[in-house]
Each structure stands twice: as structure tokens, then as C-alpha cells.
Nanobody
Framework: QVQLVGSAGGLVQAGGALRLSCAAS????????MGWYRQAPGRQREFVAS???????NYADSVKGRFTISRDNAKNTMYLQMNSLKPEDTSVYYC?????????????WGQGTQVTVSS
């Protein structure tokens, strides 16, 4: 099975920066789409950013220009560089990927990590 191991989040001040990572472990799989989502208390999970295996990226309007998604295909690892953080970025961040094995395709979610931005 494919498992995702994410880095710890953290507590930062507004205007600060933080980098999250998410690594896929296992064997016999390839990864296509990778993305980051977040869910704040009392709110639905929302899309943050995504990246294809070829490096094409998309961002939510709320983070465009501040966040950068990247991936290291050799390490099966995805990153989210978060700059100019705002209190409204406070949320639990989840990584997500589309895994392809000989048995088919499967969406895999990480366990989530807390990011808190203080004013």
C-alpha cells in the first residue's frame, strides 16, 4: 500500500513563512496528480494547490502569489512553500495524490498537519 508521511506544521507569525512536505512510501506505484488541501475548524476542506507529474501547477486564488507547490519525483515527495502567511491561512493541511499501480488508480490522503498563523 501507498502511505503518505508529512512533515510537522507549526506556529508562525503573520508575514512569516513555512514549508510543508509530504512523502509517499511503498513500491510498485507511480504518482500523477499531487495536491494540497486545507480544512479550518467549522469549514469544509478546500483546494490549495496542485501539481502534475510534468510540473504544471494550479493555485487557489487565496494563496496565489504567496504559496508555491513543487515535487521531487525521484523522492516521491511534494512540498508547499508558504510565504507571507496570514491568520486566515490557519488550518489543517492535507496532502493528496493519485497513485497508479498494476491494480489500478487510487486517491491517497495524508493524515494532515496543523498550521497556525498568529496576528
Amino acid at each position: 500500500q501507498v502511505q503518505l508521511v508529512g512533515s510537522a506544521g507549526g506556529l508562525v507569525q503573520a508575514g512569516g513563512a513555512l514549508r510543508l512536505s509530504c512523502a509517499a512510501s511503498g513500491s510498485g506505484f507511480s504518482i500523477g496528480y499531487m495536491g494540497w488541501y486545507r480544512q479550518a475548524p467549522g469549514r469544509q476542506r478546500e483546494f490549495v494547490a496542485s501539481i502534475t507529474s510534468g510540473g504544471s501547477t494550479n493555485y487557489a486564488d487565496s494563496v496565489k502569489g504567496r504559496f508555491t507547490i513543487s515535487r521531487d519525483n525521484a523522492k516521491n515527495t511534494m512540498y508547499l512553500q508558504m510565504n507571507s502567511l496570514k491568520p486566515e491561512d490557519t488550518s489543517v493541511y492535507y496532502c493528496n495524490l493519485l497513485s497508479t499501480t498494476r491494480a489500478g488508480r487510487n486517491w491517497v490522503w495524508g493524515q494532515g498537519t496543523q498550521v497556525t498563523v498568529s496576528s
